[in-house]
């Protein structure tokens, strides 16, 4: 009933309380409870005798309904939204067989958050956007990475559309302009050889939480820092997002990649310069020359372009 009246506040800039319960079935009471509850959740809702009700603010933290309202592209989006939680990938990888494509997880905190490589994921709750993804993408499991790509791509587009400048190293970390950490994506995915049951997209974005821990201080920021010490709007930062997702997924499924691709060279760090990956087969160092239509690094080596799947890569200085 909550969203309902949301809807109605957004939809009237003053409206009655009785319309609200009339158009409810519910009586002015219930009405009056549920703003109560509202302004509780931090929503400014003006109230005069005769005129009803009027919102005249919304809250800038996390809300499923906030998303929803301010997602531009399409409203495909189901999301469910966590106080706390282990860990938003751990949640969806566990509910990845009988949850619909679209399903998205958000937690105000994770306890267990993970990164690439079974890594720990600092996810205090203090302002930041952790939130997983499940989709069934009809890829064969050797092209799942051009999704991570793809979101990597969408996450950078997102921030630039806030305002904000970033940059894309490879494979999908998003950095600052000072090359510190904003954004980590962590792909997982239930596959056999001969296709991929789903894929669950874990985007990891420092938007408000700007108290590292010691060992990040040096290497993370987060888009507050970046926005001038200015506080964003979470939701809005998540609606972004998903559209940009959307968009980008889209033209994945049709076969589109090269567009993405394209996109990628464009915001991505160290393209014609030397960097070194270190990854199973040890360290690679070469010339970044871009990516293949299956979404591998070409790095060239003595004259050569070698593909280069997974790894961590370090810029030369
Ligand atoms: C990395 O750079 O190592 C990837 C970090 C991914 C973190 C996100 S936060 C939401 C989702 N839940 C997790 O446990 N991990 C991802």
């Known amino acids: ?92 990888r566990r509910r990845g067989d009988e949850l619909p494509e679209y399903s998205v997880a958000i937690a105000r905190r994770q306890t267990a958050g993970r990164g690439r490589l079974e890594r720990e994921w600092y996810s205090p709750a203090s302002g930041g956007l952790w939130m997983s993804l499940l989709l069934r993408p009809s890829l064969l499991p050797d092209r799942a990475q051009l999704l991570t790509l793809t979101s990597a791509v969408s996450v950078a587009e997102a921030i630039r559309g806030l305002g904000l400048d970033c940059y894309i190293k490879w494979p999908n970390d998003i950095l600052s302009p000072a090359h510190k950490k904003l954004v980590g994506i962590r792909c997982e995915m239930r596959a056999d050889m ?34 001038g010490g200015k ?56 010339i970044v020359r871009g990516l293949d239509d299956e979404g591998y690094l070409l790095l060239e080596q003595n004259g050569r372009l070698n593909r280069v799947l997974a790894g961590d890569m370090v810029i030369a200085d």
């Open 194 to 227: 001969e296709a991929v049951y789903w894929l669950v997209v874990g985007i990891g974005v420092n938007v408000n939480n700007q108290d590292f821990p010691p060992e990040l201080q040096n290497v993370a920021a987060c888009l507050r820092q970046l926005n």
């Open 231 to 286: 506080a964003l709007d979470i939701s809005a930062v998540a609606a972004a997002v998903l559209d940009r997702i959307s968009e980008n997924y889209d033209l994945l499924c049709a076969d589109s990649f090269s567009l993405i691709r394209d996109k990628w060279i464009n915001m991505a760090l160290a393209i014609n310069e030397e960097a070194s990956i270190t990854g199973l087969q040890g360290k690679e160092t070469g």
């Open 1 to 92: 009933m909550n969203e309902k009246i949301l809807q109605m506040l957004y939809e009237n800039d003053w409206i009655s309380g009785e319309s609200i319960s009339r158009a409810l079935g519910v009586t002015r009471a219930a009405v009056a409870k549920r703003i109560g509850i509202l302004r509780e959740q931090g929503y400014v809702i003006d109230a005069l005798p005769k005129r009803g009700y009027h919102l005249s603010s919304a809250p800038s933290g996390l809300s499923g309904f906030e998303i929803v309202r301010q997602l531009k592209y399409d409203k495909r989006w189901r999301i469910e939204t966590f106080d706390e939680i282990d860990s938003t990938n751990a949640y969806l």
